[in-house]
């Protein structure tokens, strides 16, 4: 359907012709078109969604339809390019645009200039009502909002514990390394009840003892989706926290109220994940570039007084003092080793925190340390069957002991003439005398 006529085509005027002659079909299609165009160049459309398909061009082609009638729609790429609603079957949309005509079939259709779910304008003239009065009740004053602490070690996660939200957050934490503890505070975080039950957890989160931060979110979607993040008890409910939050609701374009009410906005679960983390880490490069900054103090100094001593030993050779020049040399030699040992030390805490951290991440995540002792029982009982009696003799050969003693025999001179040994075999044992083994 890109091959519409363009506006100076069908806008030109149809020559005038007489009663008895008849229009070709152009001609008349034009006038339909010419008329249609001008008489319905703005109109708006509620309907429901059917067929939609998106051509490999780009455009959107679907049937507009409610119980009584229907008509075909078309929308350019450009047009949902900049759309924030995105298309679907089954939808309910309010459609923007004018009506034409397809020549080639002599089709009328709408040509959607804009649109948007039914109940979208509605939702969005109640977020900025209710944005606008808590604003002006100074809800959102950047003077309330806190810092959040930059070594949080105790976080708390309002949301759905089933999410991909949650799923992303800890696998970011994972791989940098915090070392901390997570409490998730199940909520629903869509539909009916949603907002209720994430200040319900809100309340709840604030109970635990040490929390340093309180995150609060899940991932994107649509307005309707997103809207419990926009009820006034929720806004009211992150305001009021005694503990820090974060608002992270995974849409980076829109606010929601929570948004304007927390003590940070991030963008999505992830980028609140790196926030939390990244304090952790900006202590470690600080520790790593204070022991190279301490290390080259020390080196500097040991530079420093080794030229010292250098000048002191020109000195003291003119007059020949060789004992206090030993003893200074000596006193020089235990400077320079506590200087070593200092930086030593100094360097090796750091290392043995780092280690620490480390061990009680992976003391929380015990899964590949069972694995480990698992496959090292194994590999002991395949050893000790290996190596037992009955493997032994599995293999041809055979355990000789003395019948009336039971003394195990390691020796041929042992078997003597008229001596009864039992020869075990790995099907059972047979008796025999010293002569029949000679």
């Known amino acids: 359907m890109s091959d519409f006529f363009?506006?100076?085509?069908?806008?030109?005027?149809?020559?005038?012709?007489?009663?008895?002659?008849?229009?070709?079909?152009?001609?008349?299609?034009?006038?339909?078109?010419?008329?249609l165009e001008t008489e319905f160049a703005d109109v708006r459309l509620r309907g429901e969604v059917s067929g939609l398909r998106v051509q490999s061009s780009g455009h959107a082609y679907f049937t507009l339809k409610d119980a009584g009638a229907q008509i075909s729609a078309v929308v350019w790429r450009a047009t949902l390019a900049r759309a924030k609603t995105r298309l679907r079957d089954g939808m309910q949309l309010v459609a923007h645009g004018k009506i034409s005509v397809y020549p080639p079939r002599g089709n009328y259709q709408l040509v959607v200039t804009s649109f948007s779910e039914e109940g979208e304008g509605r939702l969005l003239a109640e977020y900025e009502a209710l944005r606008r009065r808590l604003e002006e009740e100074g809800l959102f004053d950047k003077a309330r909002k806190r810092e959040i602490p930059r070594?949080?070690?105790?976080?708390?996660?309002?949301?759905?514990?089933?999410?991909?939200?949650?799923?992303?957050?800890?696998?970011?934490?994972?791989?940098?390394?915090?070392?901390?503890?997570?409490?998730?505070?199940?909520?629903?975080?869509?539909?009916?009840?949603?907002?209720?039950?994430?200040?319900?957890?809100?309340?709840?989160?604030?109970?635990?003892?040490?929390?340093?931060?309180?995150?609060?979110?899940?991932?994107?979607?649509?307005?309707?989706?997103?809207?419990c993040f926009n009820e006034e008890i929720v806004a009211r409910a992150v305001r009021a926290s005694r503990v820090p939050v974060i608002s992270a609701v995974g849409h980076e374009i829109d606010f929601t109220l929570s948004d304007f009410a927390a003590d940070l906005r991030a963008e999505t679960p992830s980028a609140a994940a790196e926030h939390i983390s990244s304090g952790r880490l900006d202590a470690v490069e600080r520790a790593r570039d204070a022991a190279e900054r301490l290390e080259g103090v020390a080196v500097s100094a040991l530079e420093d007084f080794s030229?010292?001593?250098?000048?002191?030993?020109?000195?003291?050779?003119?007059?020949?003092?060789?004992a206090y020049l030993a003893l200074m040399r000596e006193r020089a030699d235990a400077l320079g080793r506590r200087f070593a040992s200092a930086a030593d030390a100094v360097s090796a805490g750091l290392r043995d925190r780092l280690e620490k951290a480390r061990f009680r991440l992976e003391r929380n995540f015990p899964g590949a340390r069972v694995e480990l002792a698992k496959m090292r029982l194994g590999q002991l009982a395949a050893r000790l069957s290996a190596s037992g009696l009955d493997a032994t003799l599995k293999r041809g050969f055979a355990v000789a002991r003395d019948a009336a003693t039971g003394e195990y025999l390691d020796s041929a001179r042992a078997v003597t003439l008229g001596r009864e040994v039992v020869l075990r075999f790995r099907d059972g044992e047979t008796r025999v005398e010293g002569r029949d083994l000679q």
């Open 307 to 322: 030229q010292r001593l250098d000048m002191l030993e020109m000195r003291l050779e003119r007059r020949s003092p060789h």
């Open 151 to 227: 070594l949080a070690r105790t976080v708390a996660f309002v949301t759905s514990p089933t999410g991909a939200a949650i799923r992303d957050f800890i696998s970011i934490m994972r791989r940098r390394d915090w070392a901390g503890t997570l409490y998730v505070v199940p909520a629903k975080v869509q539909g009916a009840g949603a907002a209720e039950e994430i200040v319900r957890g809100i309340r709840l989160a604030e109970k635990i003892r040490g929390l340093d931060v309180i995150v609060v979110g899940r991932g994107g979607g649509s307005i309707e989706d997103l809207w």
């Open 6 to 35: 363009d506006d100076a085509d069908f806008a030109a005027a149809v020559p005038a012709r007489s009663r008895e002659e008849p229009l070709t079909v152009s001609e008349l299609t034009a006038r339909i078109r010419a008329r």
